[in-house]
């Protein structure tokens, strides 16, 4: 019999029950439940709204329950529509009359609102601490290769040379970020609904304020028909989800390109890398990959919990129902993507001499030629045209600045000097560029103290 079982006559079938059901998803909050319910029950004893022995039975049938649910012994009922049903029935048929009065001055909807609010701080701390750990192996992987030269690319096309320290510096940068935007997710879970009841308050002189201390929220929500029908901190939660996502895709997409033969920048350790069932030489980067791919679901998960409030009238809506699965989706995928990639970067082999030979193709000393020449008097924009037509000169012959002669570099501009060929080196191109985020090496070492000051 279903709790509303007084207005009934008759019942829903096996299937409609199914479809109607929401327990599944609910077990992720089911703590969250105990704790809202012990929280609610406190404060109605406190309030003279039950007794104290009632409220006593109550905590010991619920602090039972979450140890069972805990050692995964809790039985389970599929009739039972969701988590604040199956656990007020069985606290009810083990406790009696008590059971009974927990539900005094509460509805499911400003329940349901309370367990998803603390699911979502819960998910965000857990988030928080993945991030933390990801930044941490990128200042790692920073720090123990500070003098690796690569090429810096825009447009995939080889550009200055940069330090590969500087460039995971890059990512530790974009995860920090993405932490800022999970505290503010958190932040936005941290409001209180309990006590809004079905939607318009109640009539029992409630204390919002003591459950809001009782379960460590920050603050009430001061409108009962907001508190039932909001879902925004849940989006904020998805969106946090979706861009750190897209941060590591752009990793992952690193990562694949980097450990190509074209590339051979690193070598993937064999515990994150995959062979082919057929192609005996393959060493895949599939976790890469696959993180890459895991993008896409979560920001599908955006946009299936803005489409599902779209339009939504005030206050409690079944649709709302709809709203717990993407958000555990996106927090389970993100964390889960951030360990494997943790994982993937503390355990690559980074090719140094590859990264090296290859920051000095590609005319990447091309700036540092025009910079010399402006340097030694001539405007920068006549600099770049005389580098421009030697850059020509050596597409032609199929050769590198590097092997222009002294003579051939006079003929284009007599301010070339023997010295010139200090700025065709690609280390010292990187170090040279000591501007506060610059690449140069006490730039990034000064970065790198940045980031780990952060943590
Ligand atoms: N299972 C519901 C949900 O997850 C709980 C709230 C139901 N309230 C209601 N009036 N039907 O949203």
């Known amino acids: 019999m279903a709790l509303w079982g007084g207005r009934f006559e008759g019942g829903v079938d096996a299937f409609t029950q199914e479809f109607g059901a929401s327990l599944e998803v609910d077990k992720n909050m089911a703590q969250q439940d105990i704790r809202g319910s012990i929280a609610h029950a406190t404060m109605l004893a406190e309030q003279g709204i039950i007794s104290d022995e009632d409220r006593a039975a109550i905590v ?70 993945s991030n933390h750990e990801l930044r941490r192996v990128l200042a790692d992987v920073a720090e123990a290769n500070m003098d690796v030269v690569m090429p810096g690319y825009t447009h995939l096309q080889h550009a200055q040379p940069v330090l590969f320290s500087h460039h995971m510096l890059a990512y530790f940068w974009m995860f920090a970020r993405d932490a800022t935007r999970l505290e ?27 459950t809001t201390e009782l379960l460590g929220f920050s603050r009430t929500i001061p409108n009962s028909l907001d508190a039932v029908s909001d879902r925004d901190y849940l989006l904020d939660l998805e969106y946090a989800c979706a861009v750190s996502m897209m941060h590591l895709s752009r990793l992952c997409e690193e990562i694949v ?141 199929g050769c590198g600045l590097e092997d222009l002669t002294l003579d051939e570099l006079r003929a284009a501009s007599s301010l070339f000097e023997a010295d010139i060929v200090g700025s065709l080196d690609p280390a010292g191109i990187a170090r040279a560029r000591t501007t506060y985020g610059g690449t140069g090496n006490s730039a990034v070492a000064a970065q790198l103290a940045e980031a780990r000051a952060t943590l």
């Open 257 to 397: 390109l980097w450990s190509s033969s074209e590339f051979g920048y690193i070598t993937l350790s064999d515990s994150y890398s995959t062979g082919s069932s057929i192609m005996p030489q393959k060493k895949n980067p599939d976790f890469a990959e696959l993180t890459r791919g895991k993008c896409g679901r979560v920001y599908g998960d955006l946009m299936a919990l803005l489409t599902t409030c779209k339009s939504l009238p005030l206050a409690y809506n079944k649709d709302l129902q709809e709203c717990k699965e993407g958000p555990l989706d996106a927090a389970h995928t993100l964390a889960d993507c951030m360990a494997i990639m943790a994982g993937m970067l503390e355990t690559m082999r980074v090719n140094e001499a590859v990264m090296l030979s290859q920051a000095g193709t590609g005319f990447s000393a091309a700036t540092d030629v025009a910079d010399y020449l402006a340097k030694h008097g001539m405007p920068f924009r006549e600099a770049h045209a005389v580098v421009g037509h030697l850059v020509l000169e050596c597409e032609k012959r």
């Open 60 to 129: 010991d049938g619920l602090t039972q329950i979450s140890a069972e649910i805990e050692a995964g012994a809790f039985v389970w009922d599929v009739n039972d529509e969701d988590v604040h049903m199956a656990i007020e029935r069985t606290l009810t048929e083990r406790i009696g009359t008590a059971g009974a009065r927990l539900h005094t001055g509460r509805s499911r909807n400003d329940q349901v609102a309370t367990d998803i609010r603390l699911l979502a701080k819960d998910l965000c701390d857990e988030l928080l601490e």
């Open 184 to 210: 503010a997710a958190r932040t936005a879970a941290d409001a209180n609904p309990l006590g809004a009841a079905a939607l318009a308050g109640t009539t029992y002189p409630l204390d919002r304020a003591r």
